[in-house]
């Protein structure tokens, strides 16, 4: 059994929160005091991740497993939870997406457990800029922390970046020509409506558009001969290869038609699309004594009802009421 939705859309690829906090407060994300976080009985065991894991792979048909935030790095049982999913029958392809803070400490140990790679959040290469788009200090630790998962074979490392107005909007050829340098694959990602404070604008928005008119300043980018698949990134192809960018136009070029990814939040509940504004408690039914094939036949049932696109471009979107953090990017 998989699951399937209404339109013949299968998700394989399932993205776990494991929490909802964060040491960061970009300005993109969450206001600068932070959120209200889940009680920590509100949260996921380990156990409970697991076993939710175990059934994706070997009941549904999931075959990658991406843990993300909030910042996952702060999870506790992070290692814990990465050897036992490595240790599956089938195996799913595991990797991460965090912030870096941490990761120089972390990173041997999660290779050692069995992560695959990282995806590594960078905004900027100005650590005064960094500071304004953060609000913390912390530009070397993400630096010392992309070196050590390079160093420990989390590879490829991918590097996301945002770009926003008037703040590291002018910077897209200088972080692509250090990423090249370094040996990291670079994807701009277009600023999401899902900022806790509701403040995104659309038309004050960084486009895919405006990234790779910028690029062409100083590269030549050749769009990848294959499509991209299920996958959420246009790859491009710099000055004749090998060196490769991404760019995922997630608001203008939306990829809702390959769509192969279903998300389980911190909390528990599943969510069949990014900006979905409905969830499914399998939380509760864990928690209740509920068998595999219950579990696994709800699941199937909040996928099925997916619907055909994100709707951001419908003049009535309505931003999700949770915001990134606690959904899980």
């Known amino acids: 059994m998989v699951l399937v939705d209404t339109y013949g859309r299968v998700a394989t690829d399932l993205r776990v929160s494991l929490t909802d906090r964060c040491n960061l407060r970009c300005t993109y994300c969450m206001p600068e005091e932070g959120l209200q976080w889940l009680a920590k009985p509100d949260l996921l065991t380990d156990d409970e991740i697991v076993r939710l894991i175990r059934l994706a792979t070997t009941e549904l048909g999931v075959t990658e497993i991406r843990f993300t935030g909030g910042e996952p790095l702060l999870r506790p049982g992070l290692t814990g939870i990465v050897e036992r999913c490595a240790a599956l029958d089938p195996r799913p ?9 941490g990761l120089a400490r972390t990173a041997p140990a999660l290779r050692a457990a069995g992560l695959d790679r990282v995806n ?3 905004d900027t290469l100005r650590p005064e800029v960094f500071r304004r788009l953060t609000r913390r200090d912390r530009h070397q630790d993400v630096l010392r922390g992309l ?16 770009l926003m107005p008037g703040a590291n909007d002018d910077e897209a050829p200088e972080l692509l020509s250090w990423a090249i340098t370094e040996g990291y694959e670079l994807r701009f990602i277009e600023q999401m409506p899902l900022d806790a404070q509701h403040g995104w604008r659309r038309e004050g928005m960084i486009t895919a558009d405006d990234v790779l008119r910028s690029l062409r300043t100083r590269f030549t980018l050749t769009p990848e001969e294959e499509g991209r698949g299920s996958a959420p990134a246009e790859r491009w192809i710099v000055d004749g290869g090998p060196h490769r960018v991404g760019v995922i136009a997630s608001v203008t070029r939306p990829f809702c038609g390959a769509c192969d990814r279903t998300r389980l939040t911190a909390d528990g ?48 979107f309505l931003q999700p009421d949770r915001p990134m953090s606690a959904i899980g990017g």
């Open 269 to 316: 509940q599943i969510r069949n699309c990014l900006f979905a504004r409905e969830e499914t408690d399998l939380r509760a039914a864990l928690r209740s004594g509920a068998p595999d094939g219950e579990i696994a036949e709800t699941w199937r049932a909040a996928m099925w009802g997916k619907k055909a696109g994100s709707g951001l471009d419908d003049p009535s």
């Open 147 to 162: 070196e050590a998962a390079r160093a420990a074979g989390l590879t490829p490392v991918k590097i996301n970046t945002v």
């Open 93 to 101: 392809r595991l990797s991460l997406t965090t912030n870096g803070i």
């Open 120 to 122: 590594v959040s960078l």
